[in-house]
């Protein structure tokens, strides 16, 4: 994954190293940019409180309390822990554009978000991001 745009990732392995870390499903979703079937996806209905962080590297990326249920398929934030968490890019593949969100510690593929859809949150944005580009930090 190069874009030329983009800040180099702080951490930077090859695919072969990517691969022995990631089991294929990560490695499909995380470093080739595949989206898991909707609700498959272990944190889809998660209320548990605490910390998501990307499963490839382990850096903070979401909290639970912008956490909501958007009833889409897949995990829904509205707001990012900390906006320099993740790097927004345009995405133009399926014919349409779209917002990819990337972790801005590995680069690796999260998901999308969307803009503008009415649910009643703050931002009015839902970060819709992979179960499998997450692991959940419980709190405590």
Same mark, same amino acid.
């Given at each position: 994954m190069t874009d030329t745009s983009l800040p180099a990732p702080k951490? /930077?392995?090859?695919? /072969? /190293?990517w691969r022995s870390k990631l089991n294929p499903e990560e490695y499909a979703v995380l470093r080739e940019a595949a989206t898991e079937r909707p609700f498959t996806g272990e944190y889809t209905d998660t209320k548990? !409180?605490? @910390?998501?962080?990307?499963?490839?590297c382990g850096a903070e990326l979401f909290r639970s309390t912008e956490k909501f249920d958007s009833h889409c398929g897949w995990p829904s934030f509205f707001d990012p822990a900390d906006s320099s968490a993740v790097i927004l890019r345009a995405d133009d593949s399926l014919g349409m554009r779209r917002v990819e969100v990337l972790c801005a510690t590995c680069h690796s593929h999260l998901g999308? @978000?969307? !803009?503008?859809e009415g649910y009643p949150t703050p931002t009015d944005q839902r970060y819709c991001i992979n179960s499998i580009a997450l692991r959940l930090e419980p709190k405590g």
């Amino acid at each position: 994954m190069t874009d030329t745009s983009l800040p180099a990732p702080k951490i /930077q392995l090859t695919p /072969q /190293q990517w691969r022995s870390k990631l089991n294929p499903e990560e490695y499909a979703v995380l470093r080739e940019a595949a989206t898991e079937r909707p609700f498959t996806g272990e944190y889809t209905d998660t209320k548990t !409180e605490g @910390v998501y962080a990307c499963r490839a590297c382990g850096a903070e990326l979401f909290r639970s309390t912008e956490k909501f249920d958007s009833h889409c398929g897949w995990p829904s934030f509205f707001d990012p822990a900390d906006s320099s968490a993740v790097i927004l890019r345009a995405d133009d593949s399926l014919g349409m554009r779209r917002v990819e969100v990337l972790c801005a510690t590995c680069h690796s593929h999260l998901g999308h @978000v969307f !803009e503008g859809e009415g649910y009643p949150t703050p931002t009015d944005q839902r970060y819709c991001i992979n179960s499998i580009a997450l692991r959940l930090e419980p709190k405590g």
